[in-house]
């Protein structure tokens, strides 16, 4: 791309406008972190709630304590080994963070994206920028710039285009802000390569206390169809069910599943959680265009290497009914 695009999209995150980005994950709705009128313009194009925090994207690790306070020797321990990269911190935040970024919370969650379009951008602005996922709040990622334009419109000012984003999921959200460390999202970024670097394994899920975070909600990253999640063993009488019901059905599945049957769409899905965890959002899209009544996802292995995928897919079914 251009360098010419790179000046004018930080351009108008001076001016306050939005611009959609690439990064490794999924495209981000950008916004300049430290205007409150920006901020707004997130909340109303996405609809998301106001006390819906937002990640903080920054150019390098050297920004980290112009958004956080307090922040402990792990964070940049984990900093140096994860970051570009999908992890978010989620630390005590600086007095002069927007209470809209971090939902009224104390806390900020902020992350180095791996990309190089946005690392380009956000050197350019050389300043923080807010990037929730760039699609209806509720609704399935984007992980392409054509994904963005049909979510969206023209309620972007811009979008860099980077092409396919890599991992195709939401980061690794981390809570650094109390006594322990706690994977509040999980991510492709694994529990086992986090524990490398602290020396210990981290604790899972939030507790009462626990500071709210993106994609925690149990309905999320859902399609407009119904989707429903069911084990790989039920899958074909799940399928069969349907179909004697009258019901037109898209399957999502991993071999050996190969229907044939002309009110069936079928999206062949990987065996390998890394490549089905690319492919997920863009299949789910895929699915929900074909416009049938009901989607069924064959539920991965329940192992660590499939934890984020199953959390997407179970929080797409939650937000599908």
Same mark, same amino acid.
């Given at each position: ?9 930080? /351009? ?10 690439? $990064?490794?994950?999924? #495209?981000?709705?950008?916004?300049? +972190? ?32 112009? &958004? /956080?306070?307090? %922040? ?15 992890? @978010? ?10 209470? +809209? ?28 920028? /807010? ?11 984007? @992980? ?14 811009? %979008? ?11 980061? $690794? ?9 706690? %994977? ?72 050996? #599943? ?5 009110? %069936? $769409? ?14 997920? #959002? ?22 660590? +290497? &499939? ?9 797409? /079914? +939650?937000?599908?009914?």
């Amino acid at each position: 791309m251009p360098a010419t695009e790179v000046l004018r999209a930080a /351009a108008l995150l001076r001016a306050g406008e939005l611009v959609a980005f690439p $990064t490794e994950t999924v #495209y981000g709705l950008g916004a300049d +972190a430290s205007n409150p009128l920006a901020i707004a313009r997130i909340f109303a194009a996405k609809g998301r709630p106001a006390d819906h925090p937002l990640i903080v994207h920054l150019p390098g690790v050297s920004h980290l304590e112009r &958004w /956080a306070i307090d %922040i402990p020797e792990v964070a940049g321990k984990l900093a140096v080994a994860f970051w570009p990269g999908p992890l @978010t911190l989620i630390l005590k935040r600086h007095p002069a963070v927007p209470d +809209a970024i971090a939902g009224g919370q104390d806390t900020v969650g902020l992350r180095v994206p791996n990309h190089p379009l946005a690392l380009q951008l956000l050197r350019e602005f050389d300043g923080g920028v /807010a990037g929730p996922s760039a699609n209806r709040f509720g609704r399935v990622s984007p @992980t392409t710039a054509v994904h963005v334009r049909e979510e969206l419109g023209d309620a972007v000012s811009m %979008i860099l285009d980077g092409g396919p984003c890599t991992v195709g999921i939401e980061s $690794t959200i981390l809570d650094l802000s109390g006594a322990e460390v706690r %994977i509040l999202r999980p991510g492709m970024l694994d529990a086992e390569a986090i524990a490398k670097v602290l020396g210990y394994s981290p604790e899972f899920g939030g507790t009462q206390n626990a500071p709210r975070v993106s994609g925690s909600l149990e309905a999320h990253y859902a399609p407009r169809t119904r989707l429903q999640l069911v084990a790989a063993a039920d899958l074909a009488a799940t399928a069969r069910l349907a179909l004697a019901a009258g019901r037109r059905i898209a399957v999502l599945a991993r071999p050996p #599943y190969t229907p044939d049957h002309p009110d %069936i $769409t079928w999206c062949a899905a990987s065996a390998d959680p890394a490549r089905f965890a690319h492919d997920l #959002y863009a299949s789910l899209r895929e699915l929900d265009a074909a416009g049938r009544d009901l989607i069924i996802v064959a539920a991965p292995p329940d192992t660590e +290497a &499939w934890r984020a995928v199953n959390d997407r897919l179970r929080r797409a /079914a +939650a937000g599908s009914k």
